[in-house]
């Protein structure tokens, strides 16, 4: 994990909660982690810090990832940071034409959201050449997934007495 804790990573997405969970996970990883949330933010944290590597949505509000890719390659030092798409537009009008510019001139790895921490974590750590920490244990699999998801599918049927026992149960834990 030693390698990890001189890693700096600028987080950039415009969703808080993305963010956050984006940011938790390199933590547990034993990176220095900051977030900006757009662009613009992006730009200023790039230039005062110099990460060893930018985790970038594509799509956002203000300036998008896209806006932020090419203002970095104006910049010859800027330029050589690894830039690692996180994005939920690949496959949509809102994205692809965007995404499709950006593999063309050579960023060649993009993950699609929701993207699970394991795989978040591990190609960071490929993109700048260190090791996942041993003995690095991700919460979530397959089969937590699928239980998350049978969960949430009853409680939407639920009526409102099922809801409250099922709240006072996870609350207990």
Do not use: W
């Amino acid at each position: 994990m030693s390698d990890n804790l001189n890693k700096k990573v600028l987080v950039v997405d415009d969703e808080e909660d993305v963010r956050n969970y984006l940011q938790t996970a390199l933590e547990d990883a034993g990176f220095t982690v900051f977030t900006a949330i757009d662009g613009l933010d992006a730009l200023e944290k790039v230039q005062s810090m110099k990460p060893d590597l930018v985790s970038l949505d594509l799509v956002m509000p203000k300036h998008s990832g896209v806006k932020f890719h090419y203002e970095m390659k104006k910049n010859k030092e800027l330029s050589k940071i690894p830039i690692l798409i996180v994005t939920g537009h690949a496959h949509d009008d809102l994205g692809k034409p965007d995404l499709d510019k950006l593999t063309m001139q050579g960023i060649g790895v993009y993950l699609e959201k929701p993207v699970k921490p394991n795989k978040y974590v591990s190609t960071i750590c490929g993109m700048l050449g260190v090791q996942v920490p041993d003995g690095f244990q991700f919460e979530s699999d397959e089969n937590t997934d699928s239980l998350r998801e049978e969960v949430a599918k009853s409680l939407s049927q639920a009526d409102p007495e099922d809801l409250k026992k099922a709240l006072e149960l996870l609350k207990k834990k």
